[in-house]
């Protein structure tokens, strides 16, 4: 899963005994810190990312060992610029995180009253055993010729099905409670063919 990292700021410090890079930034709205400190001890390096969390404090999402990146990166001195040093180590770290807080991709699923009345169309269509397989062009068909798929679920427990009508048609504001205003019309295939080709 993808998400998009918004950078908020950065800081990048240099000492003769250590440096260290931290950067915020907004991940799937969450405001998020990453962290890395290099020293000459290889014991006392940290890398990690925080998040707040509920209580507007930090809680770590990921850490990582010193040794996957100290011995890749120079001994400190002031003259160190820790944000070209250590901001691959943050990206590193930043994408880990994003793996973790980026919200999972919503699956759009059907009721079962909904799932049962598909049943019901097909059945009223190809016969009680009915099958029907629709192929990539008839989806695209489809999808250019007539408006929108819409499900309507009533509350007499009946499904309307349509693409007849457009977005501000009464029936499709009121979810099926009003009637259509009979300003909804699409061209039939054949007529938007012959506009096409005059």
């Not at 990292?5 to 998020?32: F, L, P, Q, W």
């Not at 040093?85 to 079962?112: C, E, F, K, N, Y």
């Not at 016969?127 to 629709?134: F, P, T």
């Not at 009979?182 to 005059?198: S, V």
């Amino acid at each position: 899963m993808t998400a998009v990292i918004t950078h908020r700021y950065e800081t990048a410090v240099a000492t003769g005994n250590s440096y260290r890079y931290d950067r915020v930034v907004d991940i799937a709205g969450r405001k998020v810190r990453v962290r890395i400190e290099r020293q000459f001890c290889h014991s006392y390096n940290v890398a990690f990312v925080d998040v707040t969390n509920d209580e507007k404090s930090w809680t770590r999402v990921v850490e990582d060992l010193a040794c996957q990146w100290w011995n890749t990166t120079p001994a400190p001195s002031k003259h160190i610029d820790a944000a070209a040093v250590l901001g691959p180590v943050a990206d590193q770290l930043l994408h880990r995180a994003v793996m973790i807080l980026a919200p999972a991709p919503i699956t759009p699923t059907l009721s079962p009253h909904v799932l049962d009345a598909v049943g019901a169309l097909l059945a009223t269509t190809h016969g009680y055993n009915g099958e029907r397989r629709i192929t990539p062009d008839d989806i695209a068909w489809a999808s250019n010729h007539g408006g929108t798929l819409r499900v309507i679920e009533h509350n007499d427990g009946s499904v309307t099905f349509t693409k007849a009508h457009r977005d501000e048609c009464p029936l499709i504001t009121s979810s099926g409670t009003q009637d259509c205003d009979d300003e909804c019309a699409f061209k039939h295939p054949a007529e938007a063919r012959r506009w096409l080709d005059q």
